[in-house]
């Protein structure tokens, strides 16, 4: 096993795709005045970016000022958590950015099992917050850099198999409304408000505490299987549904180039209980081997050789970390910045896809031809299911669903995101017609036509923004595109 470890690192570093000459950070600060979101594709100039307090009462206080401020001067609002949408959704052009990140309280009620936390929390934050108190995140991201705020405003989901997006686990939110008035939302109280704000992209209010259910920690041991892709939703239904021990799951998706290769295999990764005492639950620390970890995956850009060793790596280090435990904590503590793109002209951009099981054979069909034909450069695709939505309006989720995220890398002009932009349309039309749809934090590709097509309800949801907030003083540039009558 080491052996073969050592040779993927060796082949990683020597054998061709001199991965540290091109994984060079080149990136710079933005010039006051400006904003920007992960995909740093969206520099755009605006009028203020205002930090809230992180003192609740001074917060409130300051908040309303600000909103008064902006009617009175005609600016609109957008708000910003960890900023890792990509469609300008925390930036609204000419506008007011408002930083949620300070405002980062929490207190958990253990007896309930309900974190009450500010929106501006990442969960890089909350994890080791709730580690110490033997406790974890019910449903987030596979990544820890986010905030909460930004979480379920974009109704996030992850490695949390058999269930809804985290919407299912906000059990009431405080929102600041466009006239500065504070509302609780939940399930019974302002149920409509709840269901809008919850996957509502800011466009209804300041989201300023929530309470979230979460669930114990545990152990883990991990059992790593690799599947011809076509066969890849039958082991799942097989091996997943049903079985009450199995904690966490997610999927990959070989992106070798090659008509026998590229997303005809896939490793299956599912996380069963190991129950155990609690002094026995990994303590919560570094995975480790994140450099070398970001060089092999770094390796893939424009490299089909790069794209093999990574896929090897994976196959590898799966026999690896079938020895080995986990926390539930372990597995979510990890943040983006070990594999995201650092050089100045290149950048990375998110694609995800629902799709329902049975059309899964032919989404995956459609997506190995349209991909090469326009030369996309796909680093990743990971597998999660997610069940249907039962508590927001703009649901992406209107039955149980696979999601297929896919990772690509492309320069930084505009050349390179008119490309994308095509390709990305084509997928989204693949996704429609198999009776899926697409996530809408990521690139604002899609056009209007397809945006309706794939979310019946979008024009229902921008009606009621108008009704919540009738002066439009929350916007962003996913609103600019899509919702604006």
Known sequence: MVGKLLLVCLATLFGGPFTWLQDKPGTKALPKGYADDASRLNRTGVAEVWSIPAEPAAAEIQLRDLLRR????????????????????????????????????????????????????????????????????????????????????????????????????????????????IVRCSREDNAELFSLVLGGYGLFGIILDVDLRVVPNERYRAEVETLPSEKYVSRFSDKVNGAADIGMVYGRLCVVPGEKTFLREAILTTFRQAPCKN???????????????????????????????????????????????????????????????????????????????????????????????????LLNVTIRNVLLDKDTMLRYSNQDMFAFVMLFNQPRTAEADERMETMTQELIDAAIECGGRYYLPYRLHATKAQLFKAYPQAAAFFQRKRHYDPEEIFQNQFYVKYGRP
């Open 70 to 181: 902006a009617r009175t001067q005609g600016l609109r609002v957008a708000i910003a958590g960890a900023r890792h949408t990509m469609g300008g959704h925390t930036i609204c052009p000419d506008g007011i950015v408002v930083d949620m990140l300070p405002f980062n309280h929490m207190e958990l009620d253990s007896g309930k099992r309900v974190l009450h936390v500010g929106a501006g929390a990442r969960w890089s934050e909350i994890i080791p917050y709730l580690d110490s108190r033997g406790c974890s995140v019910a449903i987030m991201q596979s990544n820890n850099n986010f905030s909460v705020g930004g979480s379920i405003s974009v109704n996030c989901h992850g490695w949390q198999h058999n269930c809804p997006p985290i919407a299912s686990t906000v059990e009431s939110l405080r929102l600041m409304k466009a006239d500065g008035s």
């Open 279 to 377: 002094e026995d639950i990994p303590r919560l620390k570094s995975p480790g081997f994140s450099m070398l970890r970001r060089e092999v995956f770094r390796a893939q850009i424009g490299s089909k050789a790069g794209k093999e060793i990574r896929w090897n790596a994976e196959k590898v280090l799966g026999e690896r970390v079938g020895r080995k435990y986990f926390s539930r904590n372990q597995l979510l503590d990890e943040g983006a910045e070990t594999y995201e793109e650092h050089n100045a002209d290149r950048t990375d951009v998110l694609h995800e896809y629902f799709i329902p099981p049975q059309r899964v054979g032919t989404f995956l069909k459609r997506a190995r031809a349209i991909i090469p034909r326009h030369h996309g450069d």
